[in-house]
């Protein structure tokens, strides 16, 4: 796979999911969210308006009662994950991503700066409408047959051949840094949620190098589906990775 990582938010949600059921200690819970980066804190906690050290906010959000985390991934128009509040739900639609904690009515967004990440915690809604998993599963395997057909008929493979590989090549076993104990059917719909994703990406860079508006206009039209089934799934996939 040669784009689309798993998001921050996801990494933040599995792994904050993990720790508070016991299947994750609180380094190894650090470390998964950190990874490649310098560091990451948390901001404007409850009383704690300075940013703290991700390992020190991590104690502070279960001390607040969170019991889980879950995934958001909106687009303007479609508030997938989000149950409000308005200043919370524009921070995340602005980001593209962010997290929910279960139990503990905040959320937290996050934002690179250099080679670190500073999340910012805010009071969010936990009880918000989540896909369930076997429709989402389902939905996004019938948008990637209908995208596949609708791109080759485009004839993007001339244009993008890395689209085509995605789409027909042998799937590749990516490491993406799941939880050890996720359940596999999560682990699928994860994983091909994140294929998806790349897909799209690709798919639409420069246009998908289209020659014409009128190409570009298609393109855009066909990856819509598959883009909004991906989140759906990806976002599924999180709120219930235990589910067998």
Known sequence: MSATPLPLSARFALWFSAWVTGRSSLDDTRDAIVGDDAGHDIAALPSRPDPLPLIVALGMLRSSRASGAGLALPVPGDLLGLGGPSAFNGEVVEAGEGVVLEGADLGVVPHRTGAGVVWTCHHAVSRRQVPDPSEADAALRLALVHT????????????????????????????????????????RLASLAIRCRCIVELALEDDGASITAAEADARRTALGPLDRAARRGLVAACTFPWQR
């Open 148 to 187: 596949a057909d609708v791109l080759a008929d485009l004839d993007v493979a001339r244009w993008r051949p890395e689209v085509a590989d995605e789409l027909t090549g042998p799937r590749r076993t990516v490491d993406l840094g799941f939880p050890d104990d996720m359940s596999p059917r999560a682990v």
